[in-house]
């Protein structure tokens, strides 16, 4: 089941103005973005050490913007690619792309409002 996402209620949260995470939004769906475009290659090569490293890191920088199943679901990946697991890393990098494009098309709708 998918959580909600308010980007207003991120905002108090976090204790700013929703017009103050605009380009914290941006930053962060441009450099997701360039960190997918990795994991491909560290997928093909079995280069788990490294999968690990990106899935930690798309955990924290999605934790940190409240979007708690994108955290889980790099959690998991994370696991996973220290574990060494590899075939089950392809569906969680599905699933956390389908996330990212549900998310971001949401603040996305939320900022041309």
Request: aromatic residues 8%; glycine residues 8%; hydrophobic residues 35%.
């Amino acid at each position: 089941m998918q959580e909600a996402y308010c980007v207003q209620e991120v905002a108090q949260d976090l204790g700013l103005e929703p017009e103050d995470l605009k380009e914290i939004y941006e930053s962060y769906f441009e450099e997701t973005h360039e960190m997918l475009g990795q994991w491909e290659v560290l997928w093909e090569t079995k280069d788990t050490d490294q999968l690990a490293k990106l899935f930690h890191g798309l955990k924290g920088a999605s934790n940190n913007l409240r979007m708690n199943e994108l955290g889980e679901l790099a959690n998991r990946g994370e696991e996973l690619a220290k574990a060494g697991i590899q075939d089950s890393i392809l569906e969680i990098m599905e699933q956390f792309q389908q996330e990212l494009q549900r998310i971001e098309q949401l603040v996305t709708e939320f900022y041309q409002g």
